[in-house]
């Protein structure tokens, strides 16, 4: 077996031992043709980059057009996270909980080890070290992914801090999460994601797709370090990061978490409308926050990604001209259309397909076929520095301090344009019984409600009840708690379209908000939260019927009847670990919107 580290030097590059033995006991296994230690360079992006479109891994795109962009097409077996595929392996079941698919660890280990004794022969091992969170800092973590793919090593090297610095980081160390990663044949009968909370372990077979082989971001960033969080006393969320700048150069942070594919990229990085000069949106992170009490009792915020993996189709000029400009270079897309030009497309673009298209999977296109050019859940990695609204904090090492968050989710009824929580209690509750319709993100059908609680609901690593516990007794640990909303950009009217227009002219709930926490604005008290008050949104130019605001806003206690229904059959499914609290917080609202019990404005410190 060749060892070929990417320096002179006959040493290993790193100084840990306990990397060292256990990158030489997975090649043992595994038996790979060569091993790669991948050092981060430009030199060597430029190599693997070069040797992936010789192995027709990448095709290379219109350079004039898209300088240092290429298109990866996947198995069209494989094209999305498979949460049925995907296994919390705890010794004890009840650790994984009723949401997450629990397997025996010894058990799930002895078959891995099966599936991956010689998986990588003929192939080459790359060890990918990596830094979760900002370099240097005391909130970021070191992992280390042992992967046969290329395009793996392509995306990591956007996605997180790769290479020397993070085995320089992590020094002579035995702390990092381990990850293998094996594309075996990419068949779904032979793909498994497991996750060995209690090794720092997480093992993904048969599959090439982001959230199952990039394991940094939902194996490691959230659904490890949500364990993590627990016992350290933090918090790993589903949550984009964004700074929002007043005209008076003021910068309040706000995280906010939305299941997959429901606007955390565009929200992270909006373009204000045209009427709220001064005002400026900038991006801290967009997927994944890492969230601890600092030493002034306010909740600090990392993002622990370098890049962006977002959904191409719906991304145009108008709904997100951030991220259309920062796709221009130096960008791996996956599975959106091809030009005849070596340019990319897809739905939503709002530019017209031009003649001779090819499809996601490289097939004529056909406009009159009815069929997607891109596959719906196509996206784009690209380094978080394109993006011409990045902020700065995003590489400080204390993070940033957080103000409000938000949970949102994509529901047709029910859910206000913007809903406030009375306290912290509320605020959990609020994201505890959070609901979604179901997106492309995930293999399943689409436009199915389901709870989704924090937008966790697949990347919990842990008891469900335990989680939402945890998240109830941070509240002793922060003296100044965020202010929790809720959010909900795809209520549908009478004739089945959007009520509201979304995307940038979210920045006016935003500013709501912010009027909330300055004391600016009163809001209206209903019994399941605080909506504003017609007359405190901003709706300078926008062109929305009245009645549609106020549709938008609505609160129908028929529903919401159904809604806590609903809630209190999904806290049924989560059984004895489902804090009390939460369960009493629920029915006082029952109470208050049978008449019951009066109203709750804002609870005494909050
Ligand atoms: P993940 O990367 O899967 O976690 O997704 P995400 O939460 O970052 O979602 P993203 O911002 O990529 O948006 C997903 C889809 O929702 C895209 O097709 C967007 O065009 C659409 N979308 C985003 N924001 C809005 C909005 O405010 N209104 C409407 N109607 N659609 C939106
Ligand atoms: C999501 O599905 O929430 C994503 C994409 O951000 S993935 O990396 O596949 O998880
Ligand atoms: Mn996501």
């Known amino acids: 077996m060749e060892v070929t580290a990417n320096r002179n030097e006959k040493s290993s590059p790193t100084s840990s031992r306990a990397l060292r ?91 891995l080890h099966g599936m991956l004794d010689g998986s990588m022969r003929g192939r080459t091992m790359y060890v990918v070290p990596y830094v979760m969170g900002p370099l240097g800092s005391p909130l970021s973590k070191v992992g280390v992914e042992l992967t046969d793919s290329l395009y793996v090593v392509l995306n990591m090297r956007i996605m997180t801090r790769m290479g020397q610095a993070a085995l320089d980081q992590l020094g002579d160390s035995a702390d990092f999460n381990r990850g293998i ?63 929002l700048q007043s005209p008076e150069g003021e910068t309040t942070y706000i995280a906010a978490a939305f299941p997959s594919a429901c606007g955390k990229t565009n929200l992270a990085m909006l373009t204000p409308p045209a009427e709220f000069q001064g005002w400026k949106v900038t991006t801290v992170g967009d997927d994944i926050a890492w969230m601890r009490v600092g030493p002034d009792g306010r909740l600090w915020a990392v993002n622990p990604e370098n890049g962006y993996f977002g959904v191409a189709p719906g991304t145009s000029a108008k709904s997100n001209l951030n991220a259309m400009k920062m796709v221009e270079h130096d960008t791996i897309f996956t599975n959106v259309a091809m030009t005849p030009d070596g340019d990319v497309w897809w739905e939503g673009m709002d530019v017209p397909p031009p003649d001779g298209l090819l499809d996601w999977q490289g097939r004529r296109w056909k406009k009159e076929s009815g069929e997607k050019a891109a596959h719906p859940n196509s996206r784009f990695t690209t380094p978080m520095r394109n993006n011409s609204a990045w902020s700065p904090q995003a590489d400080d090492p204390r993070g940033v301090p957080i103000s409000a968050v938000i949970f949102g989710g994509r529901r047709a009824s029910t859910v206000p344009l913007v809903l406030e929580s009375i306290d912290w209690t509320h605020g959990v509750f609020m994201g505890a019984t959070m609901g979604s319709e179901t997106t492309a993100a995930a293999a399943g059908a689409v436009g199915v409600l389901r709870r989704d609680p924090m937008a966790m609901l697949p990347f919990c690593g842990y008891n469900m009840g335990d989680y939402f516990a945890h998240w109830l007794k941070m509240r002793g640990a922060i003296k100044n708690p965020p202010r929790i909303f809720m959010v909900n950009w795809f209520r549908k009217g009478a004739d089945g379209n959007f009520i509201w227009p979304g995307y940038g002219e979210n920045m006016r709930v935003l500013k709501w908000m912010l009027d909330r926490i300055h004391g600016r604005a009163k809001g209206r008290a209903t019994p399941v939260g605080i909506v504003p008050d017609e007359t405190e949104l901003d709706l300078n130019g926008l062109d929305l019927p009245q009645s549609a ?58």
């Open 21 to 111: 033995d256990w990158v030489n006991e997975v090649a043992a296994l595994t038996k790979p043709d060569a091993v790669v230690w991948c050092d981060g360079s430009e030199a060597e992006k430029k190599r693997f980059t070069a040797q992936a479109v010789d192995a027709g891994i990448l095709i290379e795109l219109n350079q004039k057009k898209r300088p240092g962009c290429y298109l990866h097409r996947s198995d069209p077996n494989d094209v999305a996270r498979t949460e049925q595929l995907t296994f919390v392996c705890t010794p004890n079941k009840i650790d994984a909980g009723p949401t997450n698919n629990w397997s025996d660890p010894t058990e799930t280990y002895a078959k």
């Open 181 to 243: 990663h094996c594309t075996l044949d990419l068949n779904p009968d032979r793909r498994l994601i497991c996750h060995f909370p209690q090794d720092n372990m997480i093992i993904s077979v048969g599959s090439g797709y982001g959230g199952n082989a990039l394991l940094s971001k939902k194996c490691f960033a959230l659904r490890i370090a949500s364990v993590l969080g627990r016992d350290e006393g933090w918090l790993a969320e589903h949550m984009l990061i964004l700074g």
């Open 549 to 606: 605001t106020r549709e938008a806003l609505a609160v129908n206690p028929a529903e919401w009847k159904a809604e806590l229904e609903s809630a209190a059959e999904f806290f049924e499914k989560i059984g004895p670990t489902m804090p009390k609290e939460l369960k009493d917080r629920r029915q006082a609202i029952l109470k208050s919107l049978n008449g019951e019990a009066p109203t709750q404005r804002v609870a005494a410190g909050r």
